[in-house]
Each structure stands twice: as C-alpha cells, then as structure tokens.
C-alpha cells in the first residue's frame, strides 16, 4: 500500500513537472523534531506522565486480581448474599480501573489531549518555519519523507479544488 502512495505522489509531482516546471523539496519532520529541545522537553514529559497514569491504573488491577483471588479462596464458605457482594465490589473496581485507563490512554483522552497542549505548538512552529523557508526560497511543493513521503506544505495557487468544484457545478 506504501508503495502505491509514493508511486502515486511521484506520478502526481512528475506530471505537474511536465505541465509546468516546479520548484519542490523534502523534509524530514521526524529529523527536525528530534532535533528542537522543545520537542524532546514534551515528549519527556509526556513518558512520565504515560508511566505514572500506567502505574496507577496497574496498582487498581493488582487490587481487583488481589481481591478475585481471596474471593476464590474463600468462595466455598460464603453466603450467597456475600458471594454476590464481594462479586459486585470485584465487577466495580475492574470497571473503575478500565474507565480510568480509557479516560487516560483512550481515544482523545487525557494522554491525547496532553500531547496536543505540549507537541502542537512545536509542530506548529515547525510548519511555519518550513513554510517560510519554502515561501523565502520559491519552493512550490514541500514534500515530508518522515513515515512516507506525504505532502507537508503546497503553494495555495496550485490548490485547483476550486476549479474542480466548477466543473462539477457546486460552484
């Protein structure tokens, strides 16, 4: 599948080459992050933060493995009633623990959320800094071989989106 994206993004840059010619360069934004203090600053922050939510969350199952274990050992000799409360107390704190492990590490949780107070502004810096550089020296296209080559930066004048939509009559 990758290489159909990058043949697909090198047959897109040669036939703008063969309409036009275009200036174009390529990044490594990966290279660049790792590079800026402020980067490494928030990703640091951000592991510990991970470690400390994880060793939370780890503490309250070790909790709920501890109490199934003593309610398996102690099963034989309980009333229904009990069995049925120490099953619910069991049930409450696993769920407790899957909760905050969502809340933490799940789809825009806590971790997310962090991630974007602390590395966004470094990525924003970094698209500013490369679309000056590109404007500065007349480069058209910016490509960004970090995890495949996608398109960081385009010159807004050859976004023809616009003339799409007219041809399809939206426009």
Known sequence: ???????????????SFTSQAQKYCIIDSKYILEKLNDYKNAQASLD???KL????????MQEV?????????????LSDEM????EDEIMTKEKAAKDLQ???????????KKRQELVKPVQ??????????????????????????????ADPKLDKSD???????TK
């Open 102 to 112: 969502k809340t933490r590490f799940g789809y825009e949780g806590d971790l997310f």
């Open 1 to 15: 599948m990758k290489k159909y994206r990058l043949l697909f993004v090198l047959l897109l840059v040669a036939s």
């Open 83 to 86: 069995r049925k409360k120490r």
């Open 124 to 153: 924003d810096k970094v698209y500013n800094a490369v679309q000056k550089m590109a404007q500065s020296r007349g480069y058209e296209i910016v490509l960004d071989k970090a995890g495949g080559i996608t398109l960081f930066y």
């Open 163 to 169: 003339d799409v939509l007219k041809l399809l009559g």
């Open 53 to 60: 939510w994880q060793a939370d969350i780890d503490t309250k």
């Open 48 to 50: 510990n933060l991970s």
């Open 65 to 77: 493995d501890r109490l199934y274990k003593t309610y398996q050992a102690e099963k034989a000799m």
